[in-house]
Every structure is written in structure tokens, then in C-alpha cells.
């Protein structure tokens, strides 16, 4: 396996990974501390290694050659000698067929197999001992790729006030498609189909977010228990799609649907993982970081060098502050923007990327300094879930100017508020008018919250509705997994049910909730399949169910109560899009603008007086009338198509088991109030826009209302 009359040229430390130029392919890796490095050359089907050659050349701690008449298609892996020391970091087991931290494109599928492990499975020494086998034959092996000729470019972004997102799952969102071929069927090219991107169009989407697409293996506790890592937050190659979400061997195929999602105009969001690695703790297994330079890409416990600083709950961090590996992410992110044409990310566990040496949440951290400098990655959209599992671990509204965050405040407040929980009635104002005390300074502004009621994680809006409690038996932990508190009401019975009553205030409250949504101030972001009723059998955690659980059951999409839900759900989505006050840049102040006689919010009691301080603190209150003022909107022109004609809003939430008759505001030189939405007509035909006569409008319970004039 020697190199033999091949000729191996010096090459150049940079770039780093496989670069084909036309006529070769220069090969560089970074580690710190290896004593040696060889290129395993393998045959086109990865079954058989052909040649090893040995990396010569070491500048700047990167390891390279280069290799005349290598072409795009060649398969490869690295394997990196040094010392097996764990009790000092270092964990080199040149046994270890290693990916490139820079591959894009990988042949070949992960099959989990005791060789994985840079130490012998098993043994009672654990990670101290040492194992010799050839873990090659079980991993998927790295392929050189063509040059990107035609970058993707930059493209005008969406403002942010006029994002709906909708935050779906490859492989779920499409293995159920009645649209789709078996083929295409849980991939990158069944979700770029005219079909699925017709439909997310139609229902006026603007930007998809995908749950992590990176090449991403499963834990050994799954494995045992027959399960899989089914949302991917487990990646071990950063540049790499998954091969597990591809229908091809081609790197075009992500590329074409992100560019069929944006002939759409629909932008493409991807949630990436860069806090920890799919290597785990110490008896995780050696696939790629941890046998290239483990204390390099990792931070070690002080003191402790065996163990890992883990303040992401998976068993190890990546060290940013080690700048090959914050050059490793950006060039990642890059690589996915300029390469890949995708618009933006949202970084999971976004608190941990943001730490400083010493563990504390640092909003002016390297990383967060090194994304905003960047041309190319300030430029698109950038949105951090505001928490880990480290100390001070919740950091939301801490993120700098330029970044949204995911906001659950907000969802726990309108789940509260639905749910009948007394005293909400402030905070849900609060957060109805994009929660300006999180994020109303350093020139913020609300598109910086993330609102949303449901996410991947947690209840689906319909098991919010039909569960009180998490049903997790199928996730092989005993039901311990999961959030227990998940402000969820089952409207009387707990589960399925074809109690037309149950089914009916289900569906109201579904309504209320997704009303709720799209008319709050902030950027909304949908759950796919919650427009028409997906459930996953009160599973609040489905992160390792591979099948039905998590799978979308489009069959609901076509029956009538999913039809209610959809029409109702797209209706609402055209109204924020029509018009300014409902998707506003800015944030309330509660006075009139200059010129106008209404303030830009008023909050209304029953009576339609304004609140008063003893209101907003009454215990029983649980109902809320909102005044918006659709003539003051700060922009110079019209979107296209908008209708910005003058005109107010009124948003009536009740909550409570009672009827409220609310007395309509008369507005100077404005005509009727047209009733637009009523939950509590959606399966009569009354929800078709009406003039309301009268000086008051009946609110029923657990109903939201909105007017327009």
C-alpha cells in the first residue's frame, strides 16, 4: 500500500481538505500534534484501500501533498499516527479510518461496529485500552469533488418582517409524499419537487428551515435499542450532507432544490450543529476530530484531559477558541452560503458557540465577532437557540445586533394564556408586541424574536391540544425523556378521540393558537404539518423515532378538519403579508404617530376602554382587546402588491369560559369594523369578511376574534 512510482508532489498547506484544480488534487489536514499522516486512496466502490501515502509536508501545523492525475470520484480517508494518551488528551489510533474535517461529499453509509472505537469495546479499562481494528470497512469514505464553477452568488435576502418560517425535517416532512416517487421519497430532491415546493408556496411561505442536514452518525445507546438519531443534531462532517437524505451521489442534488426553493422565492434555512460532535465523551467512538488532534478540537477538562468539558448534555464541546477549529466553522458556513446557496442558520445550542475560555457567555465572544465581520456571513440570516446546559445557561436577548433567536417565552406564555392559566394577560401583551423588554435595545428589532408555539422539539400543535401528559414509551427510556411541564390542555380527554365536542374545541384552540401567531409582532415560525393536524402520539421528544411517529401523515392534510386548519392558516399568513401594521419593523410605543389620532397599540378591556394598571394585574383577567393602527407603518413605499391602504386592527383573545360582549372603539373618519376572523365559526360560513352591525361584537370563549376597518 506504499505510494510505489506514484508521484507525490509537496503540494500547499492551503486550502485545507481535498482540492482538485484540473489537473491533481492538493490534500491538506490540520493536527497539531500528529507525528505522521497518511492518505488512504481507496477503489470507486470504498471496499478496498489501494494505496497509502504518506503527507510529507508539514507548514503551519497542516499536513499536505499533492497528487497528479487524481480526479474528481476518488475516494479517500486519512489515518494519523501519534500518541494514545488519554489521560493526557491524546488519543491517535492510526487503526482509525478518519474523515476529513473538510469533505463535501461522502460515498458510502455509517454502520455502527465496535471498530469504531479507538479503544476495544468492552474492555474493563475502558478508554485506556487500545484496539487494532480496521474500522475502514464500516464508514462511509470521503470523495474528491469538482470545483464549484458557478458559485451560488449573492441573492437578494427577504426582510426579515416579512419571514414566515417553517421549520420541517428532510426525510419526515417527505417519506410520506403521495406526490413523490419511492426514490425521491425522504431526500433533498423529493423536497426541491414541484410538489412539495408548490404546496409550501401556496400555503405563503417564505423561508424553510431544515433540521440538521451534515452527516451526523447514531449513538451507541440507539443502536442498541434499535433506534436511530432520526433529527440529526449528532454531525461528524460539517461540509458533508448526509448521505442517509440523498437520492443521488451529487452534490447537485442539494444544490437543486435550493435553487428550486428560491425560483419560489422561498429562502433555504439550515439548522447546524457546531457545539458538539457525533464523537461523544470519552467512549464515543474515533471517526474523525478525536483521531486527527483531540485536544485540538476539543475542550479537555483542566486538569483532567481524559474527560471532556460537555455543557452540551452529548458528552464533548468544540473548541472555538482554537482557531484552526473557529476556521473550520466558518469556512463551513461559508462553504454552505457561497457553494451551496443557502441563506441562513440557525445554530443549535447558539449559547455554547458564544462562551468564552473561562465558560461564561460572552455576546462580544470570537466566534460571534469573527460571524459579524464576515462579508459573506453577516449578509444572511443568522439565528441562535439562546441556551445550553452551561452555567448562567439561558442567555436569551444577549445575542448582538444582526442575529434573532429563538424565543420561548413566548411559547410558554401563549400556550399558558390558551391553556386558561389566570394571570397572563401582561405577559401575553407583552409578547404579542414582539416581547420589546428581551430585545428593544442596541437598535434591535422585533424580527429579532422568534416566535413560535411548536417546535421539533416538544408537542406538535395537535398533541398540544390532545395530551396533558408526554407519551415517550417508544423512545426506550422509560417516559424520562422529554420535558415534563409542556403547558399543554387535552380538552377533557387524553388522546385520540371522536368526541365531536372534544374535536371541536381542539380545533378552536389549534386556531387560537396559530391566530395567536402570525399576527404577533416578531418573525413566526411554523411546525411543518401543524397546519392540518400531525400528531406523534403525544411523543414530545421524538428525536430517535425513524417511522410513522415522526413521519408527516399527509393523508391529514386532506381531511376536513385539516382542510379547516390549512385554509385558515394560509388565510392568516396573507393577511400579515397584505398588510404593514401586522409585520411592523418596529416597535409599539403607545402613542399616536405624528398626524394620527390612535396610538400605534391600545389595549382594551371588555367595555373598550383602555386598560388600567389594576387590569393588567387582575388575577381573573383572561381577556384582551388590542387596537392596532395599520396607517402609521415606517417605510418609504409599499411593498409590491400590498395593501396599504389606511385602515385598523382589532385582536380580541379570550381565554376564559365566558362570553364576552365587547364594545366596538368607533375610530374618527373611519367606516365599520369588518369582521375578518372568528375561531369560533371556522365550520360555518360566517368566517367570510362581513360588516359588523352594532356597537359590539359577542366573543365566545376560548375564541380570538380579529376585525379590521
Known sequence: MSAGSRQVWAGAPYPLGATWDGRGVNFALFSQRAERVELCLFDESGDRE?????????????????????????????????????????????????????????????????????????????????????????????????????????????????????????????MRHPALPAGSQGTFAGLGSASVISYLSDLGITAVELLPVHAAVDETMLVREGLRNFWGYNSVAFFAPAPALMASESLNEFRSMVQAFHNADIEVILDVVYNHSGEGDELGPTLSYRGIDNAAYYRLIAGAPRRYVDITGTGNTLDLHHPRVLQLVADSLRHWVEEMGVDGFRFDLGATL?????????????????LQQDPVLSSVKLIAEPWDLGRDSYQLGQFPPGWAEWNDRYRNTVRRFWRGDKGQVAELATRFAGSSDVFDHRGRRPWAGID????????????????????????????????????????????????????????????????????????????????????????????????????????????????????????????????????????????????????????????????????????????????????????????????????????????????????LPQLRGASRWQLLIDTAKLQHDEISPATVAGNSYLVHPTTFVVLGT
Open 452 to 663: 413560535f408555539i411548536t417546535a421539533h422539539d416538544g408537542f406538535t400543535l395537535e398533541d398540544l391540544v390532545s395530551y396533558r401528559e408526554k407519551h415517550n414509551a417508544a423512545n426506550r427510556q422509560a417516559n424520562r425523556d422529554g420535558a415534563n411541564e409542556n403547558y399543554s390542555w387535552n380538552c377533557g380527554i387524553e388522546g385520540p378521540t371522536d368526541d365531536p365536542h372534544i374535536r371541536s374545541t381542539r380545533l378552536r384552540q389549534k386556531c387560537n393558537l396559530l391566530g395567536t401567531l402570525l399576527l404577533s409582532l416578531g418573525t413566526p415560525m411554523l411546525l411543518a404539518g401543524d397546519e392540518f393536524g400531525r400528531s406523534q402520539l403525544g411523543n414530545n421528544n421524538a428525536y430517535c423515532q425513524d417511522n410513522d411517529i415522526s413521519w408527516v401523515d399527509w393523508t391529514l392534510a386532506q381531511s376536513a378538519e385539516g382542510r379547516i386548519l390549512r385554509d385558515f392558516v394560509g388565510k392568516l399568513i396573507a393577511l400579515r403579508r397584505a398588510h404593514p401594521a401586522l409585520r411592523r419593523d418596529r416597535f409599539f410605543r403607545g402613542v399616536a404617530p405624528s398626524g394620527q389620532v390612535i396610538k400605534d397599540v391600545t389595549w382594551l378591556m371588555q367595555d373598550g376602554t383602555e386598560m388600567a394598571t389594576a387590569d393588567w394585574i387582575a388575577p381573573e383577567q383572561r381577556f384582551l382587546g388590542i387596537l392596532l393602527a395599520s396607517q402609521e407603518y415606517e417605510q418609504a413605499a409599499p411593498t409590491a402588491g400590498e395593501m396599504n391602504r389606511p385602515g385598523s386592527f382589532l385582536v380580541l383573545v379570550n381565554s376564559a369560559d365566558d362570553k364576552i360582549s365587547f364594545r
Open 354 to 370: 458564544a462562551r468564552n475560555a473561562d465558560g461564561a457567555f460572552d455576546p462580544h465572544s470570537t466566534f460571534l465577532q469573527t
Open 50 to 174: 489501494l494505496e497509502r501515502i504518506a503527507l510529507g509536508e508539514y507548514t503551519d501545523e497542516v499536513w499536505h501533498c499533492y497528487l497528479p492525475n487524481i480526479a474528481p470520484g476518488q475516494l479517500y480517508g486519512y489515518r494519523v499516527f501519534g500518541p494514545y494518551e488519554p489521560q493526557s488528551g491524546h488519543r491517535f489510533n492510526h487503526h482509525k479510518l478518519l474523515l476529513d474535517p473538510y469533505v463535501r461529499l461522502l460515498r458510502g453509509r455509517f454502520q455502527w461496529n465496535e471498530a469504531w472505537f479507538g479503544y476495544q469495546f468492552g474492555h474493563p479499562a475502558k478508554d485506556l485500552s487500545f484496539d487494532t481494528r480496521d474500522s475502514a470497512p464500516f464508514l462511509p469514505k470521503c470523495c474528491v469533488v469538482e470545483n464549484v464553477l458557478e458559485h451560488a452568488g449573492k441573492r437578494d435576502r427577504r426582510p426579515w418582517p416579512d419571514t414566515v418560517i417553517y421549520e420541517l425535517h428532510v426525510r419526515g416532512f417527505t
